[in-house]
Structure formats: structure tokens, C-alpha cells
């Protein structure tokens, strides 16, 4: 092929940037509908957050991280370095914007707009991840389990009673467990726990990395090119996203998929549009050896992580550190990560566990991604922000992507997801 037809195929071809798990399913949506697609990213397909995920698949979560009540237990667990949230005291001027944005969304109206909104992605989810994982030959990748919730006793199951109704309010189907209830499913969990709530139609990935890294195997298939370079500008004509800018100079495009996670907003200032785009650092550690079997995800409410048993072993994945891009991991979350586990599943070996793994998870304060395509850049579409449940919602955020990009409706109302929605807030 001749150098000016490679580079006409270049010109009529979408650009995705970053592979993660949310832009390997956009890029799966466009190849199936016959779009040229080329992927941008320095790492290996799947490696960064997308690796760390606590497996589970989360058709249940209707409920904003924001709600009410929040607000008096923020400074407490600011100060507790043992608790589920932690902020470095250095970090803390740079944080208070973006906490004070995340709290005002647990007004209790403000609740009801965001729950609708994130139950038109997540209710239907399962759907489509098996549905994906069908189209690539993969279909061992996710397991229909259920999810349990734990509690330790009626006053704590009584904190989250507004989160269960939410859920109720969205079609979201559960059993409320007694301690011979919780026995039945997961006779290993501790009997501090006495109370538990079952979501039956919930699933988990088997191997979050093996996951993504299905899907880019499946994209090479098609002809799709990964190229192993940070996009660290975007081309633009008037008021048009014409290609990127790499290490290795321009490349026009067609269309412009911002994916990048956590990076998504420091491209975005190119363009003068500021995202409160905040990292929550979360944490894993795989024990290989643990002597536990467990039968899907467990959630202990007072612990705030995951416990799933993915094929690296079993993973208990959580904590909530704000600290930014750049700065060092904190061995100390990881090690809270085991005393959780303990606490959890009391005889479960802790003696041989991998190194943990620090992520950065892509929150916006108001718990909803930016999907959909700008309104003020021709050409400039998005991906971004799905925060703690970036592989629950990839396959619908795909499907979404691909169909607007392809000329098709989208299938749900893509207004509360604009990124204009923080333009016109500014």
C-alpha cells in the first residue's frame, strides 16, 4: 500500500485515546459497525485501572457515592488515617474544590436526578457484557453470580437503608438475609456479620486484565493499530478535532474518542474546557494461597471494599485516597486492605499475598461519566469518568459511543452526561 493511501486510511479513521477498558469496548462498537479505528495509549491494552478492578459487575449500583448525610462524616474520616477515605494533609487545599462540588450533589432532589440517570446505564449492563464477550469468543470471562452485602448489625444495615431504596425505586431486585441466609451462600464470612443483602441479577469478570486484554485481542483481529504513544495534544482547525498529537508528531483523524480516564481533563484544557476531573486512588491486593472459596464478590459495609474471587486469586480491592496523579502509592492503604479481609473471612491465609497494585480511578462529583460528543468541537466525542465502575459500565458506554459516532440514536438521553454540563456550571 502506497504512502498516500495509508495515509487516507489515517484521515477516514476514529481515534481512541486510552485502553482501558472503556475504550476497548468504544472501539469494539465502532469495528463492528465497520469504522477504522486506531488506539492510543504508552501502555499495554487493560494495564492500568481497568487491571485493578475488583471484578465485579454492578447492575445494581443506582446509588451516587454523594448522599445525604455525607457531609458530617467527611472530616472524621480525614482525620482517621484508618479510614475508607484518606487525603494527605498536603493535598487537602487542592481537593476542597472538587469535595465541596461532591458534596453539594448529596441534596436529596439532586440524588433522585443522578439515581435515574445512572440506572439508564447501569440497569441494563449485563446484558451487553455478555453480549461482548459472545462477539470476541470469550464467553468464559463472566460469571452470573449475585452480590452479597454483609452488615454486622441493624443499626449499620439502618445507614444504608436510602441506598436500598434507591435501588428498589430503579427495579433493582434483592433478598435481605438473616446470619443462616448468609451462611447458605458464603459459609466462610464471619459471624460478626449477621445481617446480608443479596442482589441476585449481578455478575462478576473472572479476570479483569485477562478481560480487557481479550477485547484487544479480538480488536487486533479486525485490523485495529494500538499505538504506544501518549497523545499529549489534539489537533485542531477553527473549531474542529481534526487528529492528535503524539511523540511522533500529527496524525489526522476523522473523529477523537477522549477515554483516557484520569488524564482525560488535562487534554481537555487544551481546549479551555475545565472538567473537575479527581483521581480516587484505589488499592488491591491478590492473595494467591488463601485457603478461601468463595462463590462471588462479598461487600462488607463497614470494610468499603470488594472481596472476589478472580483467577489471580482472591482480591480485596477498596479505599478511597484523594493525592492526585503524580504522587507516590501509600503501602500503608494497601495494608489496611488486609486487616479488611481478615475481618471479613477470619480464616482466610494472609501469609503469602501479591504486591498490591494503586490505581487511579477517574470520579466526577456528581458520580456520572461524560458520554456523548461535544457540542462546541466538531469531531471531539467522550468516554471519561465512570469512576469506581469503569468495567460495569463499559460495554453499555461502548455501545452508546459507537452508535453516535456511526450516525445511529442514541438509546438513552445523553444530556446528563454532557461535559457541558460543568461548562455551563463554570
Same mark, same amino acid.
Given at each position: 500500500?502506497?504512502?498516500?493511501?495509508?495515509?487516507? /486510511?489515517?484521515?477516514?479513521?476514529?481515534?481512541?485515546?486510552?485502553?482501558?477498558?472503556?475504550?476497548?469496548?468504544?472501539?469494539?462498537?465502532?469495528?463492528?459497525? #465497520?469504522?477504522?479505528?486506531?488506539?492510543?495509549?504508552?501502555?499495554?491494552?487493560?494495564?492500568?485501572?481497568?487491571?485493578?478492578?475488583?471484578?465485579?459487575?454492578? +447492575?445494581?449500583?443506582?446509588? +451516587?457515592?454523594?448522599?445525604?448525610?455525607?457531609?458530617?462524616?467527611?472530616?472524621?474520616?480525614? @482525620?482517621?488515617? %484508618?479510614?475508607?477515605?484518606?487525603?494527605?494533609?498536603?493535598?487537602?487545599?487542592?481537593?476542597?474544590?472538587?469535595?465541596?462540588?461532591?458534596? &453539594?450533589?448529596?441534596?436529596?432532589?439532586?440524588?433522585?436526578?443522578?439515581?435515574?440517570?445512572?440506572?439508564?446505564?447501569?440497569?441494563?449492563?449485563?446484558?451487553?457484557?455478555?453480549?461482548?464477550?459472545?462477539?470476541?469468543?470469550?464467553?468464559?470471562?463472566? /460469571?452470573? &453470580?449475585?452480590?452479597?452485602?454483609?452488615?454486622?448489625?441493624?443499626?449499620?444495615?439502618?445507614?444504608?437503608?436510602?441506598?436500598?431504596?434507591?435501588?428498589?425505586?430503579? #427495579?433493582?431486585?434483592?433478598?435481605?438475609?438473616?446470619?443462616?441466609?448468609?451462611?447458605?451462600?458464603?459459609?466462610?464470612?464471619?459471624?460478626?456479620?449477621?445481617?446480608?443483602?443479596?442482589?441476585?441479577?449481578?455478575?462478576?469478570?473472572?479476570?479483569?486484565?485477562?478481560?480487557?486484554?481479550?477485547?484487544?485481542?479480538?480488536? $487486533? /483481529?479486525?485490523?485495529?493499530?494500538?499505538?504506544?504513544?501518549?497523545?499529549?495534544?489534539?489537533?485542531?482547525?477553527?473549531?474542529?478535532?481534526?487528529?492528535?498529537? &503524539?511523540?511522533?508528531?500529527?496524525?489526522?483523524?476523522?473523529?477523537?474518542? @477522549?477515554?483516557?480516564?484520569?488524564?482525560?481533563?488535562?487534554?481537555?484544557?487544551?481546549? %479551555?474546557?475545565?472538567?473537575?476531573?479527581?483521581?480516587?486512588?484505589?488499592?488491591?491486593?491478590?492473595?494467591?494461597?488463601? #485457603?478461601?472459596?468463595?462463590?462471588?464478590?462479598?461487600?462488607?459495609?463497614?470494610?468499603?471494599?470488594?472481596?472476589? +474471587?478472580?483467577?489471580?486469586?482472591?482480591?480485596?480491592?477498596?479505599?478511597?485516597?484523594?493525592? %492526585? @496523579?503524580?504522587?507516590?502509592? &501509600?503501602?500503608?492503604?494497601?495494608?489496611?486492605?488486609?486487616?479488611?479481609?481478615?475481618?471479613?473471612? +477470619?480464616?482466610?491465609?494472609?501469609?503469602?499475598?501479591?504486591?498490591?497494585?494503586?490505581?487511579?480511578?477517574?470520579?466526577?462529583?456528581?458520580?456520572?461519566?461524560?458520554?456523548?460528543?461535544?457540542?462546541?468541537?466538531?469531531?471531539?466525542?467522550?468516554?471519561?469518568?465512570?469512576?469506581?465502575?469503569?468495567?460495569?459500565?463499559?460495554?453499555? $458506554?461502548?455501545?452508546?459511543?459507537?452508535?453516535? @459516532?456511526?450516525?445511529?440514536?442514541?438509546?438513552?438521553?445523553?444530556?446528563?452526561?454532557?461535559?457541558?454540563?460543568?461548562?455551563?456550571?463554570?
Amino acid at each position: 500500500m502506497s504512502l498516500n493511501a495509508d495515509t487516507s /486510511r489515517m484521515q477516514d479513521s476514529i481515534a481512541v485515546i486510552g485502553a482501558g477498558i472503556i475504550g476497548l469496548s468504544v472501539a469494539w462498537n465502532l469495528v463492528k459497525r #465497520g469504522r477504522q479505528v486506531v488506539v492510543y495509549d504508552p501502555n499495554e491494552p487493560g494495564s492500568g485501572c481497568s487491571a485493578g478492578s475488583a471484578g465485579a459487575l454492578s +447492575p445494581g449500583s443506582v446509588a +451516587p457515592l454523594a448522599m445525604p448525610g455525607l457531609l458530617a462524616s467527611v472530616p472524621g474520616m480525614m @482525620l482517621n488515617r %484508618g479510614s475508607a477515605l484518606h487525603i494527605p494533609v498536603d493535598y487537602w487545599l487542592k481537593a476542597a474544590p472538587w469535595l465541596a462540588a461532591f458534596i &453539594t450533589q448529596a441534596r436529596p432532589r439532586r440524588v433522585a436526578v443522578i439515581a435515574d440517570a445512572l440506572a439508564r446505564l447501569y440497569r441494563p449492563s449485563l446484558e451487553f457484557h455478555k453480549a461482548l464477550v459472545r462477539e470476541i469468543g470469550a464467553p468464559d470471562l463472566i /460469571r452470573l &453470580t449475585g452480590q452479597l452485602h454483609v452488615y454486622r448489625n441493624r443499626r449499620q444495615f439502618a445507614r444504608s437503608k436510602a441506598e436500598w431504596r434507591i435501588r428498589a425505586e430503579h #427495579g433493582v431486585t434483592y433478598e435481605q438475609l438473616d446470619r443462616a441466609g448468609i451462611e447458605a451462600l458464603e459459609p466462610l464470612v464471619g459471624p460478626d456479620y449477621r445481617l446480608g443483602v443479596f442482589i441476585p441479577e449481578a455478575g462478576m469478570s473472572v479476570n479483569p486484565l485477562r478481560h480487557a486484554q481479550a477485547i484487544a485481542e479480538a480488536l $487486533t /483481529r479486525e485490523g485495529v493499530s494500538f499505538v504506544r504513544h501518549s497523545v499529549s495534544d489534539l489537533c485542531l482547525e477553527g473549531r474542529a478535532v481534526e487528529g492528535v498529537v &503524539t511523540g511522533q508528531g500529527r496524525r489526522d483523524h476523522a473523529g477523537v474518542v @477522549l477515554a483516557a480516564g484520569a488524564w482525560s481533563a488535562r487534554i481537555l484544557r487544551r481546549l %479551555g474546557i475545565a472538567v473537575p476531573l479527581e483521581t480516587q486512588r484505589g488499592y488491591h491486593v491478590d492473595f494467591r494461597d488463601s #485457603g478461601i472459596a468463595l462463590q462471588r464478590p462479598v461487600v462488607p459495609a463497614d470494610r468499603k471494599v470488594f472481596v472476589t +474471587p478472580i483467577e489471580t486469586g482472591l482480591r480485596v480491592a477498596g479505599t478511597v485516597e484523594l493525592a %492526585g @496523579l503524580d504522587a507516590p502509592p &501509600t503501602p500503608r492503604r494497601a495494608d489496611l486492605l488486609h486487616s479488611d479481609l481478615k475481618a471479613v473471612l +477470619p480464616s482466610v491465609r494472609l501469609d503469602a499475598p501479591q504486591p498490591f497494585w494503586m490505581g487511579h480511578r477517574p470520579c466526577l462529583p456528581d458520580s456520572l461519566p461524560v458520554i456523548g460528543s461535544s457540542r462546541d468541537w466538531q469531531g471531539l466525542h467522550f468516554a471519561f469518568g465512570h469512576g469506581h465502575l469503569g468495567l460495569s459500565a463499559s460495554a453499555v $458506554t461502548g455501545d452508546i459511543v459507537g452508535r453516535i @459516532l456511526c450516525g445511529e440514536t442514541a438509546p438513552i438521553d445523553l444530556a446528563p452526561y454532557r461535559v457541558e454540563r460543568f461548562v455551563n456550571a463554570s
